[in-house]
């Protein structure tokens, strides 16, 4: 099966008409009606039914048609990527980060991209999962780097890599030199978490559940360094990710039984070609997120899916 077949199958789908699909693609109809048949002795199904001059496609022909239209689409905007690759890139490119990548990830890839694209201005904010996700569909954002968030329709999450969270604790707080906490240790502790909105406390919410814990929630606050900085000064703690900790004064403490994990990636409006510049950048985060995690998300995850 090659790319040409796929692309005559496509014409004759739309025209319903070997005549039309024929000048659509630029061969004889005799060229065309070859090919399609090649393409259904290989399927070994037939595509099209003839009815006299009718041409109607079959059940399995439908299904195909879908399944063949989102492989041209990736193929041309690969091609058409290749071929910008070379060019000088500008405009304007828009990231939404949240924290943890935002004091990574995020200033790493851009002083790489704006090295290599000097041209390109470029602007990154910080906001949570569920705001780079409204962002996205009001096409005010061009790619985010966030946690996977809920109700993503027309949206597409990468995969990165897995991060685990952990207990964060002021110097001296009861757990401070533990090797690690057990999560049903948490039961009547007071912790400092995000408010129920985040993506993050709907995931610790179920981890509380699941080892029958209860904890006293005594502050909310939507940004980790305040968190962080709370937990420096009172005898309280927090869950956050291994990464986010900068603090002197902070102890971090492994998760147990069960360990919290998020994965962290790419996301995209799945409905609209990418720009070049997202695309650039994307293949920086890659590098640089895989550098910097030995924990890699696995293969199948990785790969690109449709939310909904």
């Not at 990154?124 to 946690?147: C, H, N, P, R």
């Not at 000064?233 to 291994?242: L, N, Q």
């Not at 895989?290 to 890699?296: M, W």
Request: aromatic letters at 6%.
């Amino acid at each position: 099966m090659e790319l040409r077949h796929l692309r005559y199958f496509v014409a004759l789908a739309e025209q319903l008409s070997f005549t039309h699909a024929a000048d659509k693609v630029h061969v004889t109809q005799s060229t065309l009606s070859h090919q399609i048949k090649q393409l259904e002795d290989e399927l070994g199904c037939r595509l099209f039914d003839r009815i006299g001059k009718r041409v109607l496609m079959t059940e399995a022909g439908e299904a195909f048609l879908e399944r063949v239209n989102n492989a041209l689409r990736e193929v041309d905007e690969g091609v058409w990527t290749v071929r910008k690759t070379s060019e000088e890139l500008s405009g304007q490119l828009r990231i939404g980060a949240t924290h943890t990548f935002n004091v990574r990830i995020i200033p790493k890839c851009i002083a790489m991209f704006i090295e290599r694209h000097p041209s390109v201005s470029v602007t990154a904010l910080e906001m949570s999962g569920d705001a780079i996700a409204k962002g996205l569909l009001a096409g005010e954002l061009d790619i985010g780097v966030t946690y996977k968030p809920q109700n993503t329709a027309s949206l597409r999450f990468e995969a990165l890599y897995n991060e685990e969270m952990v207990l964060a604790v002021g110097r001296h707080h009861a757990f401070a030199k533990r090797r690690f906490v057990r999560m049903v240790e948490l039961h009547r502790q007071k912790l400092v978490l995000l408010p129920a909105t985040f993506a993050t406390r709907t995931l610790l919410d179920e981890c509380f559940r699941m080892a029958n814990v209860e904890p006293v929630v005594v502050a909310e606050m939507n940004a980790i360094a305040p968190m962080v900085e709370l937990v420096s000064m009172a005898d309280i703690a927090a869950i956050v990710s291994e990464h986010a900790i900068r603090h002197e004064n902070v102890h971090v403490i492994p998760l147990e039984s069960p360990t919290p994990v998020r994965t962290p990636g790419l996301l995209w409006r799945s409905d609209t070609p990418r720009s070049a510049a997202a695309r650039h950048i994307a293949a920086i985060i890659r590098t640089v997120a895989d550098e910097a995690n030995p924990r890699k998300a696995p293969r199948a995850q990785r790969k690109p899916s449709s939310l909904g």
